[in-house]
């Protein structure tokens, strides 16, 4: 709170106060009245003035001072009346239970969308859920009556199962409470998991992989990381090349205090320009525009689950020649303990 | 002949319940479903299987306190299969007993895998048997088929092939088996090298005095006699 700004905002009060004193001091010499009785008065006038302007100034100034720089300051904003003291003056008390009613609505109605967002998502779930049901017997049909059905039956089925499971992850990778264990897994035992689930499509479209050095133990979560891994190598598949021997390289560097899973392919690449923003979400680039239809999601919840599982994930490319994408595991001591 | 493994489906949706009866019938088990959810536990001990297949969500008791309970009288395998993917399910899971877990949509190959996997288990603890094949002794951990004092070098890809065939002799072992066991074991083969694979085999056996060892039947797979 400014002084200059405080006194220009009271200027009506302050030339009345000069125009009273000054009339009061005239009618007093009018009056022939004893002048030191006259200058008496001027003295404790201004005194009287001064004190009633420093006074407001000071008990408003210190709760208008503390409401801005604790509003700076917090990164939740609407907090700030939790941390101020009740102001001692009627303008300030007015104001403090307006912002708290304001304030106590805000939070009502953000509480309702919140609420509605929560009952949606366990519906999402639920229904996945329930959707598996129908898909798991489709799966195990095409499987039983493997002779009757064309493969492209399965094909398509597990892209459609991809598909749900994708938006099970999507609903799990944004509420950081979510459930999931982290324990040590064998990255051999994850990968070969993934690999036997895409091994028809990876067979059908003749795609060499190739996995070495992956008997590593990690410290991740099982399920996560296969539907990470599940969601790389399909990457991998769906943007090959068709004029080269496709292929796919999953290796790992063990280093001192981290290992580095990478899972390669030879395909189409992605633009140098599109790199930086290939996590963010909805984000197609010109891969998903120009060939495959994509639904700029894969990545992004990738990325999302790898933060909360405490990795890091990184992409390298050079378009039409090759795509690395690598994932750290920190080692922890402590936890062999 | 070994007897057939007999395997409980404990599953209260109809349609993947009849599939997983079809797909453990053509895998060569005995599928029993479960048909009384109010009595579960009696009806598993009454069946006597050598392995469960048992659903979170079922009628009557659930599948973990079905677990809790069925521990108290019975150390059958149970392998747990639910839709969700929850870990406090499967920590619970775990701790009651279950041998392994398994969420939905299951893999079918992934699946058999790991009713394989632990009926193997259980079915070789304690007696280390050591197989052989005609008077040929398998040893599988070295790669190496001996007669006496001959014997014949496989490679670790041969070797899986020839034991996965050897497990089911005499009966047809479709190439997806095949290549699914040799991933499975880390060797991410092509068709290609599955049939070169097959072919050496098929040559060393014959070098060895072995012909027509393993026989091709068209469409369907191969058949070790």
């Known amino acids: ?337 | 002949m070994e007897q057939m493994k007999r395997i409980l489906i404990v599953e209260d949706d109809e349609g993947v319940r009849r599939e997983l009866e079809a797909l453990l019938q053509n895998a060569g088990y005995e599928a029993i479903v479960l048909q009384d959810f109010m009595n579960s536990k009696a009806e598993i001990l009454r069946v006597n299987p050598d392995l469960v297949l048992l659903d979170i969500n079922i009628p009557g008791l659930n599948g973990e306190m079905l677990l809790h309970e069925l521990r108290k009288d019975s150390q059958v395998p149970v392998i747990m299969v639910t839709s969700k993917t929850s870990e406090v399910d499967e920590v619970l899971s775990m701790s009651y007993g279950a041998d392994d877990y398994i969420t939905k949509p299951y893999n079918p190959t992934l699946l058999l895998l790991r009713v394989g996997a632990i009926l193997k288990r259980v079915g070789s603890a304690g007696v280390a048997q050591s197989q052989t094949y005609r008077d040929l002794k398998v040893n599988a951990a070295k790669g190496i088929l001996a007669r006496g004092e001959e014997e014949l070098f496989l490679t670790k890809n041969e070797m899986i092939i020839f034991q996965h065939l050897l497990d089911k002799r005499n009966s047809i072992v479709s190439r997806d088996d095949l290549m699914t066991d040799l991933w499975d074991n880390d060797e991410f083969v092509n068709d290609n090298t599955l049939t070169v694979n097959i072919s050496r085999l098929r040559a060393k056996l014959a070098d060895f005095g072995y012909e027509d060892a393993i026989e091709t039947r068209k469409k369907q797979g191969y058949i070790l006699i």
Request: a negative charge; charged letters at 25%.
């Open chain 1, 1 to 337: 709170m400014k002084l200059n700004r405080y006194l220009k905002d009271r200027w009506i009060e302050l030339i009345a106060y000069i125009i009273f004193g000054v009339l009061i001091c005239f009618l007093m010499l009018a009056f022939a009245v004893n002048d030191e009785l006259v200058w008496l008065f001027a003295v404790l006038y201004i005194m009287l003035v001064l004190f009633n302007l420093i006074w407001d100034f000071t008990r408003k100034r210190s709760f208008y001072d503390s409401l801005i720089s604790h509003t700076e300051q917090l990164d939740k904003k609407y907090l700030v009346l939790e941390t101020l003291e009740q102001p001692q003056f009627y303008e300030g008390e007015l104001l403090y239970q307006n912002i708290y009613d304001v304030n106590k609505s805000m939070c009502e109605h953000v509480k309702e969308y919140q609420e509605s967002l929560n009952d949606f998502k366990d519906y999402l779930e639920m229904w996945v859920h329930e959707a598996k049901l129908p898909i798991a017997s489709l799966l195990l049909m095409c499987h039983n009556n493997k002779d009757m059905m064309d493969k492209r039956f399965a094909e398509q089925l597990r892209r459609l199962d991809a598909y749900t499971e994708q938006v099970l992850y999507y609903v799990r990778c944004e509420h950081a409470e979510s459930d999931y264990l982290i324990k040590e897994n064998m990255l051999n035992k994850l990968v070969a998991k993934v690999a036997i689930q895409n091994k028809d499509d990876l067979l059908e479209n003749n795609i060499d992989i190739r996995v070495e050095n992956v008997k590593l133990p990690v410290m991740t979560d099982g399920k996560w990381m296969e539907f990470i891994l599940n969601q790389l190598v399909s990457n991998s598949m769906k943007y090959r090349r068709a004029d080269v021997q496709s292929q796919i390289r999953i290796y790992a560097e063990d280093l001192a205090d981290r290992t580095v899973l990478h899972v390669w392919d030879n395909g189409r690449g992605i633009v140098a320009s599109d790199i930086s923003r290939i996590f963010e979400k909805s984000f197609t680039g010109e891969n998903g525009r120009t060939h495959v239809k994509s639904t700029g999601m894969g990545l992004y919840i990738v990325k999302q689950l790898c933060r909360n599982l405490g990795h890091t994930v990184e992409i390298a490319s050079v378009q039409g020649e090759w795509t690395d994408v690598s994932i750290t595991f920190a080692k922890n001591d402590f936890l062999k303990m």
